[in-house]
């Protein structure tokens, strides 16, 4: 009776999982342990790797995968933008505007995870790319929710004008305003509404 109950469900899921059009974005957004994932675009407009989003009781946890050497080795800020729009790579990616958080939920709107007035929701901590071989890493976000709205104080990533991870050029100093000297959006994945 189990696996004849539970046939449905998966099945459903690896239809939405096969996604549309010639880039995944986050979509998919529910209770605790729901995932999303969307796929990470360089500043040509291509698919260097996937960032997946999955909800904690508490804030969201995301896992950054990249193929090798597709970004340069060194340290890197992360954040999560205000507007789920990488279409405009040729740009730099503007279109995804400024640090996720801000309104409605009170959070602080001074950057930096060691900034005594910060953190944004969407601050997070660097990541390592080495030369060569696999880029990996994980985030924990705890000021922002996978929902359409706001759960407490946490910021919904999956709001009117969805989100976006973006990666930076540079390393985030974690206090300096307004990036914490991150330098230019090399990479991004959007989180649609
Ligand atoms: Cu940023």
Redesign the pocket.
């Known amino acids: 009776m189990r696996a004849l109950i539970l046939a449905p469900v998966l099945l459903l899921s690896a239809c939405a999982a096969a996604g549309h059009g010639a880039h995944r974005t986050a979509q998919a957004a529910g209770p605790v342990g729901a995932t999303a994932t969307a796929d990470v675009l360089n500043g040509a407009g291509a698919a260097i790797g996937t960032a997946r989003f999955t909800e904690g009781p508490r804030g969201v946890v995301i896992r950054l995968e990249l193929a090798p050497g597709s970004i340069a080795a060194g340290w890197h800020?992360?954040?999560l933008?205000e507007s789920g729009d990488c279409a405009d790579f040729a740009a730099g990616f503007k279109a995804a505007g400024a640090?996720a958080g801000h309104a409605p939920t009170g959070q602080p709107t001074t950057h930096g995870l060691l900034n005594p007035a910060g953190p944004e929701a969407?601050d997070l901590a660097n990541f390592y790319a080495p030369a060569a071989g696999p880029i990996g890493a994980e985030f924990y976000a705890p000021g922002v929710t996978l929902a359409a709205a706001a759960i407490g104080a946490r910021a919904p990533l999956r709001g009117p004008q969805g989100s976006a991870l973006?990666l930076?050029a540079n390393a985030d100093d974690h206090a300096s305003q307004p990036?914490g000297g991150?330098g230019g959006?090399v990479a991004c994945a959007a989180v649609k509404p």
């Open positions: 800020g992360a954040h933008h640090h969407g973006i930076h990036i991150a959006r």
